[in-house]
């Protein structure tokens, strides 16, 4: 994800809130799809399951402190020694809503855990949000659009000014993010 657009899309999140929203007659246009990955490997030197904190040697030798979450349930059947693969992927889409209820305000959101068989601990963590709100402004010469969330209204740049040429006040704007974060435990 591009440095701009990474900020856009925190952004965006830091501007809707509460849970009212109405979704009848709409019809969504996609604006733009970012998705990044990263990996953690190496091998346990520290777990403690009453803070829920644990060490990580990597290949390079570099150390890595993980707070691993509570959905997290079989902690205590790692065991310093053991090899450890997270994969976090993080994926965002940002759409146009038009439509009679465009720009209903609000946001929705959820965690899903899902559990593989096995010895040692795997799984994956997906969580889930979907952010909405209204544009009330299109500054085409400044190359901003302002937003109106549940809660505050900010004023953002726009990377490919282009895009403007799509937009007008009164469009509802969807952003859907969705965090995966897949583990495995293995003996060394």
Not at 33 to 40: D, H, Y
Not at 45 to 54: A, G, I
Not at 64 to 87: A, F, N, Q, W, Y
Request: glycine content about 10%.
């Amino acid at each position: 994800m591009s440095k701009p657009t990474a900020v856009a899309v925190v952004a965006v999140g830091l501007l809707f809130a509460a849970p009212t929203f109405a979704q009848v007659d709409l019809q969504t246009e996609p604006v733009a799809a970012e998705a990044m990955e990263t990996t953690l490997e190496g091998e346990v030197m520290v777990v403690n399951p009453d803070t829920r904190l644990m060490t990580i040697k990597t290949a390079d030798g570099s150390f890595e402190v993980l707070h691993v979450p509570p959905e997290v349930t079989r902690l205590d059947e790692i065991k310093i020694g053991d090899m450890v693969s997270i994969t976090a992927t993080t994926t965002a889409l940002i759409e146009l809503q038009t439509g009679r209820d465009a720009g209903a305000m609000g946001a929705m959101g959820g965690t899903e855990t899902e559990r593989e068989p096995g010895a040692k601990p795997a799984g994956s963590i997906t969580d889930t949000l979907t952010l909405y709100g209204k544009i009330v402004g299109v500054d085409k010469a400044a190359g901003t659009v302002t937003i109106k969330g549940a809660e505050t209204t900010r004023t953002f740049p726009v990377e490919n000014k282009e895009l403007l040429d799509q937009v007008k006040v009164g469009d509802g704007v969807v952003a859907r993010f969705r965090n995966v974060i897949k583990g495995e435990v293995t003996v060394k």
